[in-house]
């Protein structure tokens, strides 16, 4: 939630369009501490100037430290010259000896909301690199104006200390951490720092069509506050402001998490609702931001107005379940039982020998060896269930409620239920792996464990 309560706001000295040096820069990387010894980065590179910047710093910085970078660069394909822009920026970056590595968007795209898709793909693909190659550090190169063209766009939809807080230098993913450095640096000083390392750059043409709001922000409204003298600089220093408060909101928030839910690594959620209730109300809507978004598996939470009728429901009570978004709440024992509906897990995604898979944007599973071919991991299902339950014990049948267990992933091979993890199901002949819940989002980005019992790992159970 950026940096933390007490440290002293940074200074927003007249924007200068001079390079940023390597002392500067390694004063930046000093903010976003901590790296491992030798540093193991990897870094998204669009091609623009922006990123292309951020890869040549962030390249020099690890090298005067031992370590290492790879640049990762995604094709979208929605347009026809990104998959020659996308080799360009290959040579480039491998004529100065930076790995790189293209990442392929695959499948439909959609006709609309192409920029809020693309964003959540590019995430997505960047965040399975990261997972795994095992890097825990992933930098982008969210600049200035980025900031404030961020608290603008959500200041428009009308969000709260959390939205308006922007984007956050650092923030937590299940590979590691998400780096954003460059939070403080105008845009020009970026152009003068490729320009001083001899860097060309890609334009890309989306970033002036006006069809997208962020376009219309970055060509008229911005200018327009900028000439009243609400300049990126000052909208900048408010959003860090404010991430002090949501620092201190997202502690509170975790607090409470910590003290009225269990999260189960099979990827549901028992909430305490009367302490959960108990809570200031902003505090539980949060909270319930956080616990949906993690265990349905989305990138981002609900909007407020869904969300704060959810929360009514709850504290209504009427004994009745409710649904919001692929996610499903429902009284259970002495609690209220938060999980996956089971009719929005459809994915099934083909499994590999010794690989590792995200699936359901909520488990990472590996697989063993020995997988006979077409092997598929998807949700167990009513269908699946069936297929098994009478070769397990009583307690394994027992064990967990019947809507969770219809979305555990499981290993198919056609219609035939190969193994189970989280219920202790395997044929004695498959390979060993493991499976682990690691939503995309995780529950509370401070002070508290996402997982409450150990991953499910080798022996019996394991894919």
């Given at each position: 939630?950026?940096?933390?309560?007490s440290?002293?706001?940074p200074?927003?000295?007249?924007?200068?369009?001079?390079?940023?040096?390597a002392?500067e820069?390694a004063a930046?990387m000093?903010?976003?501490?901590?790296?491992?010894?030798?540093?193991r980065?990897?870094?998204?590179?669009?091609?623009g100037?922006?990123?292309?910047?951020l890869c040549?710093?962030?390249d020099?910085?690890?090298?005067d430290?031992?370590g290492?970078v790879?640049a990762?660069?995604?094709?979208?394909?929605?347009?026809?010259?990104s998959?020659?822009e996308?080799t360009?920026?290959?040579?480039?970056?491998?004529?100065r000896?930076?790995a790189h590595?293209?990442?392929?968007?695959a499948?439909?795209?959609?006709?609309?909301?192409?920029?809020a898709?693309?964003?959540?793909a590019r995430?997505?693909l960047?965040?399975?690199?990261?997972?795994?190659?095992?890097?825990?550090?992933l930098?982008?190169?969210?600049?200035?104006?980025?900031?404030?063209?961020?608290?603008l766009?959500?200041l428009g939809?009308g969000?709260g200390?959390?939205?308006?807080?922007?984007?956050?230098?650092v923030?937590?993913?299940a590979f590691?951490?998400?780096l954003?450095?460059?939070?403080?640096?105008?845009?020009?000083?970026?152009?003068a720092?490729?320009?001083?390392?001899?860097?060309s750059?890609i334009?890309?043409?989306s970033?002036?069509d006006?069809?997208?709001?962020?376009?219309r922000?970055?060509?008229?409204?911005l200018p327009?506050?900028?000439?009243?003298?609400?300049?990126?600089?000052?909208?900048?220093?408010?959003?860090?402001?404010?991430g002090?408060?949501?620092?201190?909101?997202e502690?509170?928030t975790?607090?409470?998490?910590a003290g009225?839910v269990r999260?189960?690594?099979?990827?549901y959620?028992?909430i305490d609702?009367?302490g959960f209730?108990a809570a200031?109300?902003?505090?539980?809507?949060?909270?319930?931001a956080r616990?949906?978004?993690a265990?349905?598996?989305g990138?981002?939470?609900p909007r407020?107005?869904r969300?704060?009728?959810?929360?009514?429901?709850?504290?209504?009570g009427?004994?009745r379940?409710?649904?919001?978004?692929g996610?499903?709440?429902?009284?259970?024992r002495e609690?209220?039982?938060?999980?996956?509906?089971?009719?929005a897990v459809t994915?099934a995604v083909?499994?590999?020998p010794?690989?590792?898979i995200?699936w359901?944007r909520?488990f990472?599973v590996e697989?063993?060896?020995?997988?006979p071919?077409?092997?598929t991991?998807a949700a167990l299902?009513?269908?699946?269930?069936?297929r098994i339950?009478?070769?397990?014990?009583?307690r394994?049948?027992?064990?967990l409620?019947?809507?969770?267990?219809a979305t555990l992933?499981a290993?198919?091979?056609?219609?035939?239920?190969?193994?189970v993890p989280?219920?202790?199901y395997s044929?004695?002949?498959?390979?060993?792996?493991?499976?682990?819940?690691a939503?995309?989002?995780p529950v509370?980005s401070?002070?508290w464990?996402?997982?409450?019992?150990?991953?499910f790992?080798g022996?019996r159970?394991?894919i």
């Open positions: 939630a950026g940096l933390p309560p440290s002293p706001p200074p927003f000295p007249p924007p200068m369009t001079d390079p940023v040096p002392a820069f930046l000093a903010q976003v501490e901590p790296f491992e010894a030798p540093p980065l990897a870094v998204g590179v669009s091609g100037v922006d990123s292309m910047a040549l710093l962030l020099r910085w690890a090298r430290r031992g290492t790879t990762l660069t995604v094709d979208h394909g929605l347009r026809p010259e998959a020659t996308s360009t920026v290959g040579a480039w970056l491998r004529a000896g930076i590595a293209i990442l392929n968007w499948g439909p795209k959609p006709r609309h909301g192409v920029q898709a693309a964003r959540e995430h997505r960047l965040g399975e690199w990261c997972r795994g190659a095992g890097v825990l550090h930098a982008l190169a969210h600049n200035r104006e980025d900031q404030a063209e961020t608290f766009l959500r939809r969000s200390v959390v939205g308006l807080s922007a984007m956050s230098p923030s937590f993913r590691g951490r998400l954003r450095p460059l939070l403080d640096v105008p845009r020009a000083r970026l152009e720092t490729a320009t001083a390392f001899g860097q750059w334009e890309d043409p970033n002036r006006p069809a997208f709001a962020r376009v922000v970055r060509g008229t409204l327009a506050l900028e000439s009243g003298g609400i300049t990126g600089g000052r909208v900048a220093e408010t959003t860090f402001r404010l002090r408060a949501r620092a201190v909101l502690e509170t975790a607090a409470m998490l009225t999260v189960d690594p099979t990827g959620a028992l609702l009367p209730l200031p109300e902003d505090i539980g809507l949060r909270a319930l616990l949906i978004a265990i349905g598996g990138a981002y939470p407020h107005e969300l704060a009728r959810l929360y009514g429901a709850m504290a209504d009427g004994g379940g409710w649904t919001l978004g996610r499903r709440t429902r009284p259970y609690g209220i039982l938060l999980g996956r509906e089971p009719a994915e083909p499994a590999t010794s690989g590792r995200f359901d909520r990472v697989t063993g060896n020995g997988l071919e077409g092997a991991i299902g009513a269908k699946g269930w069936a339950a009478d070769s397990l014990d009583r394994a049948r027992g064990q409620p019947h809507d969770v267990r992933p290993l198919f091979c056609a219609e035939v239920v190969l193994a989280h219920l202790g044929r004695s002949w498959m390979g060993v792996g493991a499976v682990a819940f939503p995309g989002v509370a401070v002070g464990p996402l997982v409450s019992r150990p991953l790992r022996g159970g394991a």
